[in-house]
């Protein structure tokens, strides 16, 4: 796969920082964090709840703008949501008052374009979710509606994913099996996929590249190469070298950690959120 | 603009997706009013019934019993009597009732929707009107009454009036709950897909009001039937409200309690109509 035109890289994230602006002062939330990812590569972010993960991904995704530093698509600025971007949120984010093939539908309705009803229909049954197009959200269990969701993000066919904790929620069984099909529709339609977990094994399972983040202010601690062939079964969860590098992994979170426990106090509830 | 970048809001999903219902509404939680105890089963129907037929048979043979005289209390025999026999006396006052009901109440809400939706967007505005949106709901409008017929007359001007003023603000307060949910995520969704302000409006904004939306409707129709029917008792030869003080006075009360049926039964239509409206745009919510 390994890079388009003259190896730039597909996603290059350079000196991003972020300052949110709080009722106790300015939040640091990213410091001059940059990564570059190459076209078709799958990586992770980990790092410790409240680190900018989800700052970083919005970011990426245009939705959020950097106090300093740019994001680059194909060598392009990202100053905004971009076509090429599907974005999959965490507790998937449906909208409960539409069926989920009208929730699907959603992103042709805002774009004023005919949606691909084949290339739906063929995601949909991808994901086991073919009979299901008329039922609403409240109908469907939390593992089918993140499903649903990631047909959404590709629905339109972006050449990158920015994938939010998508399964946090999720219990481990079927969190498992999500990674599989990620997995595999990565395998099936090449898209650069830039995915956000505290969950390290999954991390470890899924990424070419794992990129793990310091605590707050998010800045990037150190970044691990996954040497796993593909297609990954579950399996190699089990093996040795998998625990040692999601221990290492897990090592590297830690000991980070402590020099950021500082913040002014007010800054500490505002961001509970997952990160 | 260079601190465009400070107005983010930091990403945070404490409230669940469906949980992002502010059920904290205060003065203005009528919710009670749309939720309902739930489906019934065809016994606790019949056992509605039963108490219904238990009430009104009772009141036949009390009446009887202890020979209440009819200006006192009619029997229901005779209301129901009056109600079919004088029909065509109260029905000329029912349409003129529903017309004032109507107008004012189409007048009143859809400049309650509106001015939420828009008053909404502007916090600093929203905090300034609020007070004095909820004077109006706090002051009667029928006290306005005999002011509005000094300067408009006894025709329909001051009733719908009155009704407008009385049903917009409750529409209004309630929309506008609705209208300030907020939900990051479905907003940021909407975003990243390239929507603009007024698609977000249109497609993440009002579906997600709808519910309160519908609540306000509901309340500000039933004050807006309370309002109609308090103006024409103030003044203006005819309405349902004109026509309970004309039967009151001739102490003919199985026509008085006709009336008071029929606006029962107007009543009644209003929260059914809305409990349907409700269940096919806002059910998604329960």
């Known amino acids: 796969m390994g890079g388009n035109e003259a190896g730039r890289p597909k996603l290059a994230v350079e000196g991003a920082t972020k300052f949110y602006d709080t009722k106790s002062g300015p939040l640091h939330a990213l410091d ?40 680059l698509l194909d060598g392009e600025v990202v100053n905004g949501p971009h076509p090429q971007i599907g974005m999959v949120f965490q507790e998937a984010n449906l909208l409960p008052w539409r069926s ?41 269990s939390g593992g089918m509606q993140q499903r649903a969701s990631i047909v959404r993000a590709l629905s339109f066919n972006p050449s990158v994913l920015l994938m939010d904790e998508p399964f946090g929620a999720l219990d481990a069984f079927t969190r498992d099996e999500m990674n599989m099909m990620v997995e595999q529709i990565w395998l099936e339609t090449r898209k650069t996929i830039v995915f956000i977990t505290h969950n390290i094994a999954e991390a470890v399972f899924l990424s070419d590249r794992i990129f793990v983040m310091s605590a707050r202010p998010g800045r990037l601690a150190r970044t691990f190469e996954v040497p796993y062939a593909r297609p990954r079964t579950l399996d190699v969860m089990a ?32 961001v509970r959120a997952h990160g | 603009m260079a601190d465009a970048h400070l107005k983010d809001e930091i990403p945070d999903f404490q409230k669940q997706p469906g949980a992002a219902v502010d059920q904290s509404v205060g003065v203005t939680n009528w919710s009670a009013l749309t939720s309902g105890p739930g489906r019934r089963t065809a016994m606790e129907i019949v056992a509605i019934i039963l108490v219904a037929v238990v009430i009104i048979g009772g009141a036949e043979v009390l009446i009887d019993v202890f020979d209440v005289e009819q200006y006192v209390l009619p029997r229901p025999s005779e209301i129901v009597t009056a109600l079919v026999s004088d029909f065509g006396l109260i029905w000329p006052h029912l349409l003129d009732t529903l017309f004032e009901l109507f107008s004012g109440y189409a007048i009143g809400a859809s400049i309650g929707i509106i001015l939420a939706a828009v008053i909404t967007q502007f916090p600093f505005a929203e905090k300034i009107i609020a007070p004095y949106i909820l004077l109006l709901i706090t002051t009667p409008m029928l006290a306005l009454v005999p002011l509005l017929m ?11 009036t009155v009704v407008a003023l009385a049903s917009g603000p409750m529409v209004m307060i309630n929309a506008a709950t609705g209208f300030r949910r907020t939900d990051l995520a479905k907003i940021a969704l909407a975003r990243s897909f390239g929507a603009s302000t007024l698609q977000i409006f249109l497609k993440i904004r009002i579906p997600m009001a709808m519910p309160m939306i519908i609540v306000g409707l509901m309340i500000g129709a039933i004050f807006g039937l309370l309002t109609a029917v308090g103006a024409e008792m ?5 309405g349902l409200g004109n026509r309970l003080q004309v039967f009151a006075a001739n102490i003919q009360m199985p026509q008085f309690f006709a009336v008071v049926l029929v606006l029962a039964i107007l009543g009644i239509l209003i929260y059914v109509g809305f409990f349907l409206i409700g269940k096919k745009w806002a059910s998604w919510q329960s």
Request: glycine fraction near 14%.
């Open chain 1, 32 to 71: 001059n964090f940059s990564i570059d990812v190459r076209d078709g590569e799958f990586v992770c972010v980990v790092g410790p709840s409240g680190c900018g993960k989800t700052t970083l991904l919005w970011s990426m995704a245009g939705l959020h703008s950097l106090t300093s530093g740019q994001v």
């Open chain 2, 234 to 238: 103030v003044g203006g030869g005819f």
């Open chain 1, 239 to 270: 093996e040795r070298d998998f625990f040692e590098m999601v221990n290492e992994i897990k090592a590297e979170i830690h000991h980070g950690t402590p020099a950021a426990q500082t913040p002014a106090a007010g800054g500490q509830q505002t």
């Open chain 1, 100 to 140: 989920l093939i009208r929730n699907i539908h959603l992103p042709f309705e805002i774009k004023g374009k005919q949606p691909d009803a084949n290339w739906i229909t063929h995601l949909l049954e991808r994901v086991g979710l073919g009979g299901f197009e008329h039922k609403y959200p409240r109908e469907l």
């Open chain 2, 150 to 160: 000094y300067n408009m007359g006894f025709g329909y001007g001051p009733r719908i």
